[in-house]
């Protein structure tokens, strides 16, 4: 399309299938459904999952001679089931059957999924089918199911199967296999009308309840048909047979629709009397797809991001937006859920929630804040866990979980299995503590977005000044140095987990966990500053904090150990000095793909613990997180020289030494890298755009998309492409000159305030379109500017 508004497959390829799975996935925000074919249940080529957000259960397994357990996300009952066959002929099978033609759209404008396909079976006849699937966005317990289905040269009986099935498990993700993948059992199946079935399904130890009730209808024309229909049901699983003559030529309508509902709904009765209620009153298909596109025009109004440098790229983004959206949406709001790291998309990772939130928020901020702040909340609910946490490893405060699910216990995995040598080892990056201060951060940034002063007041400033108790409960002071110091972490880069030969777990010092401690103290004190007095009272009565807690972290702030290699380079924590250079090249040439050097050098008996070789970014997140005015705060404060010569040599030190292991490593280097290398900047940026679409790892999109990468590059063209910052005194905007992009438009919400911004070569082109205020300010290269309601203004940049 022209428009750069759907995603286009031809052929059948049945190896590439459970990619296209994913990266066809319809959702809403509170459910999700891969793109699997509905014809097929679960096997090599296929795997129809269906996600709920928030939808966990927790299973153990006994590995390595203990039982381990594990919170999994849930695979639910698959609703896609829809099935035909001609009299005495075979159920369409395309892995089997004469694939003619086959076209497969993800139309991303209207969020629908088109599949066009002819095929023929053994006795030569031919049947051509189009089938349209959408997850409404507008009615969230709705999904729906199109099909044209024309006999091109045959006449006789029709058999259409519709099914609900209960019977599946978690199979998405080949190395957890060995692990309990049953989570769910069937409770009840049952037919509820002429054309109408039900299914209840509940979690074995959540004991969330999933009901779904489909309405299955034909048509030929508008007359609508009255097929013989005869029912079939045993343990989890429900069908119905629908028999039909038809005729050569003419083309038949089939309608599935099916309502979802669970026991973590609102307002509600029973899953199940909701579920029955909602199929009776939902419409036809094209009533439902009107709603449906209504409401994802009204995101895709907020979301759009336009660009002009190939069709490719702008496709790309626009995947990334729309699967972001299928993620978490207005449907989101109000929900006791996180954002997981691969979206409601596959089983990886579990669903769990990490500190993706920090490539995520920006961008949400800016056009969801709504959504933004009720995921805040999800944190704030799980606050007492983060408590209970940090008081048993003997701290204060709240200290937050790496990987977080159901109720906010910490849920990284103990033991994971190396697919390159097939062995459990330990995991031991539950010790990323610096996740209390990615949560403190994403609180203040959308407090800056936003200026909800009501949120930061009541819920934000309990949490953040929480986390500055915790950090402060960990650090030990260094009388030698007169420096404060925090011991037993691990960073970002995940590799690095212990120092080599040693027993202790963790590491001293790293600079990026110290720097963002420092970071929470200078904020927490401006925080109990400019929050409503009688409200820090309450908070400094209720955690316990002393204006004696408030000078140690002032002394926290400003005198937090930073280890350097030399004068211009952080050591990425202390004693990184120590470790071996790593044989790059050797490596390369001995293997195709090194992005996870961990599972390299864990299958050969060795360990990324020796080497000075990191998964991710690591001290450059520090320059990705912060603009260069606010880490130069932070490091004056902190008595350090700050230098554009510190910044280049540090990107330059760590390039070399950095895997991308994780896709969100090639985020932050297309930021950093803009101003000191503007190619490299942008090759990194086309990486991030194709590596889901690509599966770039080999192999880790089918199992769920990395939706902190696909936001992550939203966020680079409107902060970095854009130059795009918000500040507590207006909205900023100061593009770099480009080379590579022509043209950026979007339109971003700041303090209430809905503004457009179109970047042309060298011209700024800002609209003040409609806000709460007649009035708002916005920065262009140095100098604020205050916009009158309705007011365009143009600007020439300078050179």
């Known amino acids: 399309m022209k428009d750069n508004f759907s995603i286009r497959y031809d052929g059948w390829e049945p190896k590439k299938q459970k990619l296209r799975e994913t990266l066809c996935t319809l959702g809403n925000g509170y459910i999700a459904t891969r793109g699997a074919a509905e014809e097929n249940r679960a096997d090599e080529v296929n795997y129809p999952g ?55 759209t993800l139309d991303m404008r209207s969020g629908t999924l088109i599949r066009e396909f002819r095929v023929e079976d053994e006795a030569g006849r031919r049947t051509a089918l189009r ?95 009255t097929p013989l229909i005869s029912t079939n049901q045993r343990e989890g699983y429900i069908e119905q047979l629908l028999r039909v003559d038809v005729e050569e030529g003419t083309t038949y309508t089939l309608e599935k629709v099916v309502g979802i509902y669970s026991s973590r709904d609102r307002a509600i009765s029973h899953p199940g009397i909701e579920a029955k209620k909602s199929v009776q009153r939902a419409g036809r298909f094209e009533e439902i797809c009107v709603r449906h ?112 699910g159901s109720n906010g216990r910490e849920e990284t995995q103990v033991m994971h299995l190396n697919p390159a040598s097939g062995n459990w080892i330990p995991d031991n990056t539950h010790l990323q503590r610096h996740i209390s201060s990615a949560i403190a951060y994403n609180i203040w940034n959308y407090y800056l977005t936003t200026d909800d002063q009501q949120f930061l007041s009541f819920f934000g400033a309990e949490m953040f000044l929480s986390i500055a108790l915790f950090w402060a409960s960990m650090t030990t002071h260094n009388k030698e140095k007169d420096r404060y110091e925090i011991h037993g972490v691990v960073g970002p880069d995940e590799y690095h987990t212990s120092y080599p030969d040693s027993d202790q777990l963790g590491l001293n010092n790293n600079a990026y966990t110290n720097v963002m401690a420092a970071w929470v103290m200078q904020k927490a004190i401006h925080i109990v500053d400019i929050i409503e ?19 140690l972290w002032k002394d926290i702030s400003k005198k937090m150990y930073v280890p350097f290699l030399d004068k211009h380079v952080i050591s990425q924590f202390e004693g990184y000095e120590t470790l071996e250079e790593f044989p790059w090249e050797a490596y390369r040439e001995k293997y195709d793909d090194i992005h996870r050097l961990d599972r390299v050098l864990e299958s050969e008996g060795d360990t990324p613990n020796r080497y000075k070789a990191s998964k991710q970014a690591d001290v450059l997140m520090l320059f990705y997180l912060f603009t260069k005015t606010e880490i130069e705060r932070i490091f004056e404060n902190l008595g350090l020289e700050f230098s554009e010569e510190l910044v280049s040599k540090n990107i330059a030190y760590y390039r070399d030494r950095t895997s991308h292991g994780s896709t969100l490593s090639r985020v932050v280097f297309s930021w950093i890298l803009l101003k000191y290398d503007q190619q490299q900047s942008w090759d990194n940026f086309e990486t991030v755009l194709i590596s889901d679409f690509e599966d770039i790892q080999g192999g880790t999109t089918p199992e769920g998309i990395h939706l902190g990468a696909m936001a992550g590059s939203l966020d680079l063209v409107q902060r970095a492409f854009l130059g795009l910052e918000v500040g507590e005194d207006a909205l900023w905007i100061d593009p770099p000159l480009l080379d590579h992009l022509k043209k950026i438009s979007l339109r971003v919400q700041y303090r209430r305030h809905w503004i457009a911004v179109s970047l042309d070569d060298k011209k700024l082109l800002i609209t003040f379109e409609t806000g709460w205020k007649n009035e708002v300010n916005i920065g262009v290269q140095g100098k604020i500017h205050t916009f009158k309601l309705g007011e365009v203004r143009e600007f020439f940049l300078n050179e």
């Open 50 to 104: 269906t996600y709920l957000a928030g939808g966990f259960n927790r299973a153990g397994t006994e590995v390595s001679g203990r039982v381990i357990e594990n919170e999994d996300f849930v695979n639910f009952p698959n609703w896609l089931c829809l099935n035909f066959r001609p009299e005495r002929g075979e159920w369409l099978n395309l892995n089997t059957q004469n694939v003619l033609d086959y076209q497969q």
């Open 131 to 225: 089938s349209k699937r959408i997850v409404s966005m507008r009615d969230k317990h709705i999904a729906a199911i199109h099909w044209s289905l024309t006999p091109e040269n045959w006449s006789g009986s029709l058999e259409i199967c519709s099914a609900l099935d209960g019977n599946v498990i978690n199979d998405n993700v080949p190395r957890y296999r060995e692990l309990e993948s049953r989570h769910l059992k069937p409770a009840t199946t049952e037919k509820i009308g002429d054309n109408a079935i039900f299914l209840l399904a509940e979690t074995r130890q959540s004991r969330i309840l999933m009901a779904q009730a489909a309405r299955t209808s034909l048509y030929q024309g508008e007359r609508q048909l």
């Open 293 to 404: 596109g209504e409401a994802i025009q009204k995101l895709w109004n907020r979301a759009d991001i336009g660009i002009i440098n190939g069709d490719r790229n702008q496709q790309l983004l626009r995947l990334h937006v729309f699967h972001l959206l299928q993620t978490v949406s207005s449907n989101t709001i109000g929900m006791d859920v996180g954002v997981p790291s691969r979206g409601l998309h596959g089983e990886g990772y579990r669903g769990h929630i990490f500190w993706d939130e920090v490539y995520i928020f920006p961008f949400l901020n800016l056009r969801f804040p709504d959504l933004t702040r009720s995921l805040l909340m999800y944190r704030y609910y799980r606050l007492e866990e983060a408590r209970f946490a940090a008081a048993e490893v003997g701290k204060k405060g709240a200290m937050y979980p790496w990987q977080s």
């Open 533 to 551: 007095k009688s409200r820090r009272r309450e908070l400094m009565k209720e955690l316990h904090i002393t204006e004696a807690d408030l000078e």
